[in-house]
């Protein structure tokens, strides 16, 4: 879905941006020019990039170094 039609730039791109770093409306902004035409998608261009930036905080959380394994020991097969 395009998010600017002045510069057809899709929701995508500006995901595409966030997750390489430029993490604020400005900085995607001097990327792709969303936002520097008409305006309209200013708004909605913001949500995005804040949208994007909070799921890419939970994206780099790790697991626990601890492993669990299964014990089959007890399985009894047929």
Known sequence: MLMCLCYG???K??????NQGFD?????????FAGTGCGCCLEALEKLVES????????????SHASVEQDNSLIQYP
């Open 9 to 11: 730039v899709s929701c």
């Open 13 to 18: 791109d500006i995901k595409t941006l966030v």
């Open 24 to 32: 604020s409306k400005e900085s995607v902004q001097e990327q792709c």
């Open 52 to 63: 994007e930036k909070n799921l890419a905080k939970f994206s780099n959380l790790t697991t």
